[in-house]
């Protein structure tokens, strides 16, 4: 599953997008039980946005968001 140093990526309109297809990307900094927080790149005005885990999980699954790489 998304662990903390996580890079991601997301697109809200296809399933499984290569990195040209994304409509942002970001990091995971800090994964809990009940929330997931991402620093998005696009948006330094409001840089993190919490998520609850179970949206997280699903958008993963649906392949919306990807994981790009993993920290070490």
């Not at 927080?37 to 968001?65: C, K, M, Q, T």
Request: charged share 25%; net charge negative; glycine share 6%.
């Amino acid at each position: 599953m998304i662990k903390i140093g996580d890079l991601i990526g997301w697109s809200a309109y296809k399933s499984n997008p290569t990195s040209l297809e994304l409509d942002d990307f970001g990091i995971v900094v800090s994964n809990s039980r009940d929330k997931v927080r991402i620093a998005w790149a696009i948006e330094p005005d409001d840089p993190i946005d919490e998520y609850p885990f179970s949206w997280v999980a699903a958008v993963i699954e649906s392949g919306e968001l990807v994981v790009l790489s993993r920290p070490g």
